[in-house]
């Protein structure tokens, strides 16, 4: 069983999928930790809900970016944390964690990427008139939602759609989606990262 961490910034509902699927003995893999960069934020309740080990802190009691990525790696390593998932964590990955997980760090955008990077991806969507959205699961490099996509899933967008509609649908998508693309890399191990075929 594979040691994983969950970065998260908010409410944690694909942490929340992640933990259901490895309950039901779908996802082989343990969560070692969750780390959060926002205190008071629901996903740390999920996680104690859960009996998970937490990190939360806050950047800007930090000078640098490469200070507080060093504390995480401390606790990712102290874990024996295989495999990083990013689920809404919304800073961008830096070199010192980049550079001791290459390769082995996820994340999920509710978007067609390149369409529509950063926050309010499904806002973006809406405003700019598409009728097909939809989720992609990447690697982490160190641009903005720029890494080697795994896979993607279309969302059609309907005449009426909301910024609520829309993301409910989105985000069933990536309950099922996320947890299915993890239990690929960690079990059953081939991917393409880039042009070269990895084994996890």
Same mark, same amino acid.
């Given at each position: 069983m594979r040691n994983i961490a969950v970065f998260a910034s908010g409410n944690g509902s694909n942490f929340q999928a992640i933990i259901d699927v490895i309950q039901m003995?779908?996802?082989?893999?343990?969560?070692?930790?969750?780390?959060?960069?926002?205190?008071?934020?629901?996903?740390?309740?999920?996680?104690?809900?859960s009996g998970i080990p937490?990190?939360?802190?806050?950047?800007?009691?930090?000078?640098?970016?490469?200070?507080y990525e060093k504390d995480i790696t401390t606790e990712l390593k102290s874990l024996g944390v295989e495999f990083v998932v990013l689920a809404g964590y919304m800073r961008l990955i830096g070199p010192t964690l980049l550079n001791?997980?290459?390769?082995? &760090?996820?994340?999920?955008?509710?978007?067609?990427?390149?369409?529509?990077p950063g926050k309010d991806a499904i806002g973006q969507a809406l405003r700019s008139g598409v009728k097909v959205s939809g989720v992609t699961i990447h690697f982490v490099d160190a641009g903005m939602d720029t890494g080697p996509i795994i896979v993607q899933e279309r969302v059609? &967008?309907?005449?009426?759609?909301?910024?609520?509609?829309?993301?409910?649908?989105?985000?069933?998508?990536?309950?099922?989606?996320?947890?299915? &693309?993890?239990?690929?890399?960690?079990?059953?191990?081939d991917v393409l990262y880039g042009n070269k075929a990895r084994t996890y």
């Open positions: 003995g779908e996802l082989d893999a343990n969560i070692s930790l969750l780390v959060c960069d926002r205190p008071g934020v629901y996903a740390i309740e999920r996680a104690k809900k937490s990190f939360v802190f806050n950047p800007k009691e930090y000078s640098s970016k490469e200070d001791e997980y290459e390769g082995k &760090i996820v994340n999920i955008h509710p978007s067609l990427l390149p369409d529509f059609r &967008i309907e005449d009426n759609e909301t910024i609520e509609s829309l993301q409910k649908k989105i985000h069933a998508v990536e309950h099922k989606l996320y947890p299915s &693309i993890l239990q690929m890399l960690l079990v059953q191990g």
